[in-house]
């Protein structure tokens, strides 16, 4: 009889309890050039972003707000607008694609209230759009983690499976781009390499026997993650290894008829990867004028990396240090390796790959501004793959309990940087100030979040710098 497993019901559970605690907006530069796709393309037909960020800039202006004025609507030698006279957008389209749904929905919804006398703008703009869109986040990275929970449980049981998942959403910056900075691209596109990894590991061990069908929707899921976070491109770098092993092997055995046949399927791949990223090539040609992206974003990359180590370790920015349990995550591999050495090698490979254009944005590769290292949030099912088997190997040996209060404490941390990013010490936007850390995180944050509850939990937009929800 198959035991019972809690896992996906605490994950749901916990996603649920914090709903009352979201924030949705729109309201930072990065965030309008994701929505301004969606609303522009639905309701204007058109890649025209003037009106968008015209309305955005202003919702800003009324709390003294100009950074989405002065990011979108200003030109800058460093920031030009494209040569077709439309105003530049250095964000892809995959996110406005994803949370398509939702916002159709929310239409749909806006049209029948209106219906029954509500009246509520029909322009994209209104409430229930931006609502919509955010709670389509909240949906997408509870999807990945299921799905990243089933992953774990290939190779570890349901209390290390359960624990590794949540404690890698609590103590990172994922849970902050779930329910605070709400329309970003990293949850949507968490949940595409979580369902990557899920169809691809369906036949992990005997890459041969992976269909047509199967290539081809991998091929397409893989085009989604590049055109939502192009630096997910390079994650595709552990399906590649893994073919070029398994060519290494038919060649060795003279397998001619099975290598031809792994060619067919591969180039079906790409293809179909060329064939999602079709949005993205149209959109670029608009706006750009060609089907690639604005210069304003390849003139940031260093190829040599120079900043691969300081992104994991730098002691302002650093991702290690914001999140220490991606470092636990990561050093689980080890541990995964005992289990499928091979597996582990392709998921290092994929971090690694991450690491590196990370460390390849010469000058913004801190990220200040953001809240912990953003980047890597897609890599989470590395991370909880390398965490659960860590936990399974360490539960056998110090029983749950350690192990529960362990991970409280990595969540307890994270919730502290949270409350200290948004509400007590601004400066930490910057980079994190180890000078007092201790006494903010168990002094500072516990009596201040008390005496803000009730703001916190029914007033949260008025604490925001721009109160524009």
């Known amino acids: 009889m198959k035991p019972r497993e809690f896992g996906p019901w605490i994950i749901l559970g916990v996603c649920l309890l914090l709903l009352p605690i979201s924030l949705p907006r729109v309201a930072l530069s990065d965030e309008v050039q994701y929505y301004a796709y969606l609303r522009s393309v639905y309701f204007d037909h058109d890649l025209d972003f003037r009106n968008e960020y015209t309305y955005f800039a202003e919702q800003g202006r009324r709390f003294g707000d100009e950074a989405v004025a002065m990011a979108l609507l200003r030109e800058d030698a460093v920031n030009p607008n494209p040569t077709t006279g439309l105003l530049r957008n250095v964000a892809p389209v995959g996110a406005a694609i994803l949370w398509a749904p939702g916002f159709i929905l929310a239409d749909l919804g806006v049209l029948l209230a209106n219906r029954f006398g509500i009246e509520i703008p029909r322009d994209g703009f209104a409430r229930p759009y931006i609502v919509a869109v955010c709670m389509m986040t909240v949906l997408y990275t509870l999807l990945g983690l299921?799905?990243?929970?089933?992953?774990?449980?290939?190779?570890s049981g349901d209390f290390a499976a359960t624990v590794a998942t949540l404690t890698v959403f609590l103590a990172s910056p994922l849970v902050f781009y779930t329910y605070i900075?709400?329309?970003?691209?990293?949850?949507?596109?968490?949940?595409l390499f979580a369902l990557f990894l899920t169809i691809w590991l369906r036949d992990w061990g005997r890459p041969q026997q992976r269909s047509l069908a199967t290539w081809l929707l991998l091929g397409l899921i893989?085009?989604?993650?590049?055109?939502?976070?192009?630096?997910?491109?390079?994650?595709?770098?552990i399906p590649a290894l893994e073919a070029l092993g398994g060519y290494w092997q038919l060649l060795r055995t003279r397998a001619w008829p099975?290598?031809?046949?792994?060619?067919g399927r591969h180039v079906a791949f790409l293809l179909a990867l060329l064939l999602a990223l079709t949005p993205q090539l149209v959109a670029y040609q608009i706006l750009n004028g060609r089907p690639g992206p604005s210069?304003?974003?390849?003139?940031?990359?260093?190829?040599?990396?120079?900043?691969?180590?300081?992104?994991?370790?730098d002691p302002g920015r650093g991702a290690f240090l914001w999140a220490p349990v991606l470092a636990l995550g990561l050093l689980g591999l080890f541990w995964l390796g005992r289990r499928d050495y091979a597996l582990a090698l392709l998921?290092?490979?994929g971090f690694l790959a991450q690491t590196y254009i990370n460390g390849a944005f010469g000058t913004t590769w801190h990220l200040r501004g953001a809240f912990g290292f953003r980047r890597l949030i897609e890599c989470t099912p590395i991370f909880v793959l390398g965490l659960a088997a860590l936990l399974e190997w360490l539960r056998l040996r110090v029983g749950p309990w350690p192990i529960l209060a362990s991970a409280l404490l990595l969540v307890y941390w994270n919730v502290g940087l949270i409350a200290q990013w948004t509400l007590l010490r601004p400066a930490l936007r910057r980079e994190l100030i180890w000078d007092g850390m201790l006494y903010y995180q168990f002094v500072e944050v516990p009596s201040q979040v008390l005496a803000r509850l009730g703001p916190l939990i029914f007033d949260r937009c008025r604490l925001t710098t721009n109160q524009t929800c």
């Open 146 to 155: 299921q799905l990243t929970y089933r992953l774990a449980r290939r190779y």
């Open 181 to 191: 900075a709400m329309p970003w691209a990293h949850a949507p596109g968490f949940f």
């Open 222 to 237: 893989g085009g989604l993650m590049v055109i939502t976070r192009e630096q997910l491109g390079l994650l595709l770098i």
């Open 258 to 263: 099975l290598a031809l046949r792994q060619v």
């Open 295 to 313: 210069a304003t974003v390849a003139g940031k990359l260093d190829w040599a990396s120079p900043n691969f180590f300081n992104t994991l370790f």
């Open 347 to 349: 998921l290092l490979a």
